[in-house]
């Protein structure tokens, strides 16, 4: 339908698989994980941004490996929403605690082009039961080509395909925004650095994955707010203008499909084939004959 493959990840690295290839799902299982001893440690490996969310629920899906062992081969991270406003603006529903953010999805190249179905679906489940509370899940696409300082490529964007296939309500974009990327081509959210510069809680993390990417460390007495202008005028932080994350909602019980009723349902965005940097949406075809 949007492509021919099936995105992976490894060691931070997008791997492509062909998206005909199919898991045996007899030699799959799905089950509740540990966020701090295996999700995190997953995620942190293998996923792009070499970040983890505020997570609420952590869902992995295991293989048989060497000796029958279970071996951990994908996670699916249910999130606190980075913006509580994003709740009643996508999912209609007034209390922010009702719905979660799908804050990661990161299944090893070694599974077929259809895990993602069989992990988000059992997730689902697994939500409902350990956290009721939740009716909603929110997730995001970004669409933007990101590359390193060398013109690599470290993710290739995507406009939110796989949430297409299990028939989420497309509700448009969120906000457009100013990213700041670092070298190796991973923004550093607009929150962490508004924890540096306020010195906020968080703010120690904040500076390490600055610190981890390569940035000098900040003078003795330097202020937060002068040491991240100086690394912005030396050229370690790069401005890139974001037009916004495809936003994707999966309402789990009819309380929430009722909720979101007045909420946008429009036709899934397309993937240009043809880009190769910046945002990879194909524009309407009304735009296009103009």
């Known amino acids: 339908m949007f492509t021919s493959r099936t995105q992976r990840w490894r060691d931070r690295r997008c791997r492509w698989i062909p998206q005909a290839t199919e898991i045996d799902p007899k030699r799959l299982a799905v089950d509740v994980i540990s966020t701090t001893e295996q999700a995190a440690p997953f995620v942190l490996a293998h996923h792009y941004s070499g970040s983890m969310p505020v997570a609420r629920l952590s869902i992995g899906l295991f293989a048989n490996g060497r000796g029958r062992r279970s071996e951990l081969v994908g996670v699916c991270v249910f999130s606190h929403p980075v913006n509580d406003a994003s709740v009643p603006k996508t999912a209609g529903l007034s209390n922010p605690r009702s719905a979660c953010d799908l804050g990661r999805l990161v299944i090893d190249q070694s599974q077929g082009g259809n895990a993602e179905t069989f992990l988000v679906s059992r997730a689902f489940r697994l939500l409902r039961r350990e956290k009721p509370e939740i009716l909603s899940v929110i997730s995001y696409a970004d669409p933007v080509c990101r590359v390193d300082a060398l013109g690599n490529v470290i993710l290739p964007g995507h406009v939110g395909g796989i949430y297409a296939v299990m028939a989420a309500r497309y509700t448009g974009r969120s906000s457009p925004r100013t990213d700041l990327i670092m070298p190796d081509g991973r923004p550093i959210s607009s929150r962490a650095i508004s924890k540096i510069r306020n010195a906020e809680c968080g703010q120690r993390y904040a500076m390490e994955t600055l610190l981890r990417a390569g940035a000098r460390p900040?003078?003795?007495?330097?202020?937060?707010?002068?040491?991240?202008?100086?690394?912005?005028?030396?050229?370690?932080?790069?401005?890139?203008?974001?037009?916004?994350?495809?936003?994707?909602?999966?309402?789990?019980?009819?309380?929430?499909?009722?909720?979101?009723?007045?909420?946008?349902s429009l036709p899934y965005p397309v993937l240009n084939r043809g880009t190769t940097c910046g945002d990879v949406t194909a524009l309407p075809l009304v735009a296009l004959a103009a």
């Open 218 to 264: 900040p003078g003795p007495r330097e202020s937060r707010a002068g040491w991240l202008a100086d690394l912005e005028r030396d050229g370690f932080l790069r401005r890139q203008r974001h037009p916004g994350c495809h936003a994707y909602l999966f309402p789990l019980t009819k309380a929430a499909r009722l909720a979101a009723r007045n909420v946008p």
